[in-house]
């Protein structure tokens, strides 16, 4: 069995996951704002920043998707008789 494959059905996998393709979208995010900061050409700064607003659009989605996961998750009530 292949362990590429299956790393992601664990927890630990599966947050693993999520962190590097998280972290690596918020280093293009930085990337674009500065690729932006330094940009002089119109059409390209126009590029740019279209590059940009997807990034953050999806940025936001998976921040939504996260907050709304572990508002689902039951909550661990300890009763103390």
Not at 5 to 32: A, M, P, Q, V, Y
Not at 44 to 52: A, K, N, R, W
Request: charged residues 30%; glycine residues 2%; aromatic residues 6%.
């Amino acid at each position: 069995m292949d362990n590429s494959k299956t790393s992601h059905r664990t927890l630990l996998g599966s947050f693993i996951s999520w962190h590097f393709r998280s972290r690596r979208l918020e280093d293009r995010i930085r990337e674009l704002c500065a690729k932006a900061v330094v940009t002089t050409e119109p059409a390209e700064l126009s590029s740019v920043l279209e590059q940009l607003t997807a990034a953050l659009h999806a940025q936001v989605e998976r921040l939504r998707k996260r907050a709304t996961d572990s508002a689902m998750q039951a909550e661990r009530r300890y009763y103390i008789s």
